[in-house]
């Protein structure tokens, strides 16, 4: 495709937007799964998400676990915790500015699959949520964030969409 051909190109310069905006996910993405702060803004990152979401978290289940699904796919997920309450499948997003849903859509067919996946391996910690936080800002002063949980009828109609590119064979991992 050509927009895949643009986005391998911008990322072979280290001075890019879309490099800089990848490595700035990467390391926000890392700090929030080791704790390992090397920066400001990994400071400002790890006491936003500590503030603002791990209030809402009652038990870490899983982190960065593999989940695979016999029909023929698998992917890892971020986080698993009970998170307000109930258990959720959590993927973590850093971005400059705040994520709306419909930005954010075409992430929900993979949070689907992994809990899809979970649900068929581990029926006893059964998944009854998805959710994306999104940690967003460019300055370490004006670091934010925001949680999009899908309701039942979006889990529904997005697992539905998983379900068919699974049966079409277009997928093999997240």
Avoid: W
């Avoid at 643009?6 to 310069?13: D, I, L, S």
């Avoid at 986080?79 to 930005?103: C, G, Q, V």
Wanted: hydrophobic share 35%.
């Amino acid at each position: 495709k050509e927009s895949d051909s643009y986005f391998r190109h911008q990322m072979k310069n280290p001075n890019s937007c879309i490099a800089k905006a990848v490595k700035a996910g990467k390391q926000a993405h890392h700090v929030l799964e080791t704790g390992d702060v090397k920066n400001e803004m990994d400071e400002a990152v790890i006491t936003c998400f500590n503030d603002n979401i791990l209030c809402d978290i009652d038990k870490v289940i899983g982190r960065e676990e593999t989940v695979v699904h016999p029909v023929g796919y698998n992917g890892k997920f971020d986080l698993m915790a009970s998170f307000r309450d109930e258990f959720t499948i959590i993927d973590y997003k850093k971005s400059n500015k705040k994520r709306t849903p419909s930005t954010l859509k075409q992430y929900f067919q993979q949070l689907m699959a992994y809990r899809f996946a979970h649900n068929f391996l581990y029926p006893s910690h059964y998944i009854t949520q998805v959710a994306i936080v999104n940690i967003y800002g460019t300055d370490v002063d004006d670091i934010k964030s925001n949680v999009t949980i899908l309701t039942p009828t979006q889990m529904e109609d997005y697992e539905s969409q998983f379900l068919l590119r699974v049966s079409s064979g277009k997928c093999v991992g997240y």
